[in-house]
């Protein structure tokens, strides 16, 4: 089993995760962003000025993909045996992958294409 998280997939399901997130959060929640200075306004990859619901997400999902046992060789996060995110975050990563998958094909073609083919894979022990 491959545990590396610095490697070209992980990167590249990082980029993919917060472009879709900046695309759910600029269609869905209008681009509001948080009032606490603290908080990056954008997710890293994108120029789109994040809420603090959907910056709050991307940390989750980067911790997650940080933390994955199955480093370069995992497949997506829904083919995944293993579902480590915890009820709520679930949930809401869902709603903004129902909402920004289809979108993605418009402004991502490469990387939403990869991200289905990721999907088919096995993950490699």
């Known amino acids: 089993m491959s545990t590396s998280v610095n490697g070209p997939r992980i990167r590249r399901e990082k980029k993919t995760v917060a472009l879709?997130?900046?695309?759910?959060?600029?269609?869905?929640h209008g681009?509001?962003?948080?009032?606490?200075p603290a908080?990056?306004?954008?997710?890293?990859?994108?120029?789109?000025p994040l809420c603090a619901e959907c910056a709050e997400l991307h940390r989750y999902a980067?911790?997650?993909l940080d933390r994955c046992r199955f480093g370069e060789g995992k497949t997506t996060c829904l083919?995944?045996?293993?579902?480590?995110?915890?009820?709520?975050?679930r949930?809401?990563?869902?709603?903004v992958m129902a909402y920004a998958g289809p979108r993605m094909l418009?402004?991502?073609?490469?990387?939403?294409?990869?991200?289905?083919?990721d999907g088919r894979r096995a993950i490699e022990d």
């Open 20 to 28: 879709m997130i900046a695309l759910y959060c600029r269609n869905i």
């Open 31 to 36: 681009g509001r962003r948080s009032n606490n």
């Open 39 to 48: 908080q990056p306004q954008a997710a890293q990859g994108t120029r789109a």
């Open 62 to 64: 980067e911790q997650r």
């Open 79 to 89: 083919a995944c045996p293993v579902h480590c995110y915890a009820a709520v975050q």
């Open 91 to 95: 949930e809401r990563i869902r709603q």
């Open 106 to 117: 418009w402004s991502h073609p490469l990387l939403t294409v990869l991200h289905l083919l």
